[in-house]
């Protein structure tokens, strides 16, 4: 049998470069060997945009698409919505009598996001998501998750709910493992180190070509270099580190022609720009193909969505049978 491995996005906006380099190429390429299951987050969504629940609606099918344009094959993955699984609901009740407020509070992207939405007082839902994304993960019995950095401590604290939960009740739950994104973080096109929806720096997997070829053109790169003979700095150029991560075999050749100066940035923008295109543009027929027939979209996630009810169904009888929650 295959391991099973669930991940998830919120659906708060389209999904970038940021992600595809950071989780959706491996997702493709795990859905071979993994059972995968894909959950489109719109409950942790509404822990941060709940008073834009029109932002978040479209974004179930955005974020759909997004993954299905780069090659998630609909025949291979569960597609999951969250909201509709009320198995993730009622076991995150039931995990929060093991959850303490202080771990909650001192959850490293707890407090770094708190600081970024500049939430002061916390609300219930948005301190406590990373006990509902412990349901997400154990609903399914899921083995492995694979994630950036910055969900390690939700993955360190799901681990430690269900140790606990086994400890008390008996071997009922899966403990789920990281599976821990080897690629470096891809910065805005501003050189912010992150590429963000919220922080307007991203270029997404549905851009057009003329689209991406602007925002690369008004990336950021060494503003120590002003005339074309001036000798660039790649290592400072934030357009360098796209060519790394989307054009590697002409990686080191570029860094070598920038310090000698014998490229412009008019001219290595331009390369970067049509290489990025020629990889989108498979992505971005796909995506035309299910913009065009949206109900089978809608159908991969009502079917995915009630598989994860039966088998989520049975795992709740699990966790009130142990808890002894029954009549
Ligand atoms: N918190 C994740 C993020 O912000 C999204 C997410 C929700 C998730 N549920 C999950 C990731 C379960 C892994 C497993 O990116």
Redesign the pocket.
């Known amino acids: 049998m295959k391991k099973r491995i ?5 659906t708060t906006g389209r999904l970038h470069l940021g992600h595809y380099i950071g989780s959706l190429q491996s997702r493709v390429k795990l859905q071979d060997e993994y059972d995968t299951f894909i ?1 489109l ?1 719109d409950v ?1 969504a509404l822990t941060t945009h709940f008073e834009r629940p029109e932002l978040i609606n479209p974004s179930i099918y955005d974020v759909t698409m997004d993954n299905l344009s780069v090659g998630l094959d609909p025949e291979k993955i569960t597609i999951v919505q ?1 909201s509709h699984v009320s198995a993730i609901a009622e076991l995150t009740v039931f995990y929060s009598m093991l959850v303490s407020v202080n771990s909650l509070r001192h959850n490293p992207t707890i407090k770094t996001e708190a600081k970024q939405y500049g939430y002061g007082d916390l609300t219930y839902g948005f301190l406590g ?1 990373p006990v ?2 412990t349901a ?2 154990t609903f399914c019995n ?1 083995d492995l ?4 950095e ?2 390690i401590p ?2 360190e604290l799901s681990r430690k709910i269900v140790r606990r939960f086994n400890d008390l009740y008996g071997e009922t739950l899966t403990a789920p493992k990281a599976m821990l994104s080897e690629t470096p973080r891809l910065p805005g096109i501003d050189g912010n180190s992150k590429m963000g929806k919220s922080l307007g720096n991203a270029i997404y997997l549905s851009d057009d070509r003329d689209t991406v070829t602007a925002k690369v053109k008004s990336a950021l790169t060494d503003t120590n270099r002003i005339a074309l003979t001036d000798k660039g700095n790649p290592d400072i150029c934030t357009v360098n580190v796209y060519h790394k991560a989307f054009n590697s075999e002409e990686h080191a050749n570029i860094c070598d022609m920038c310090r000698n100066a014998k490229i412009g940035c008019v001219a290595c923008k331009k390369e970067l720009s049509n290489k990025l295109n020629d990889m989108l543009d498979p992505f971005r027929e796909k995506r035309a193909y299910y913009e065009q027939h949206l109900d089978e979209v809608k159908e991969i996630i009502r079917s995915g969505t009630a598989k994860a009810n039966e088998i989520g169904r049975e795992t709740v009888q699990r966790v009130q049978a142990a808890m002894k929650v029954t009549l």
């Open positions: 669930l991940t998830g996005d919120r959950l987050a942790q969250q998501y509902s994304q997400d993960i899921a998750v694979p994630v950036g910055d969900q939700h993955i």
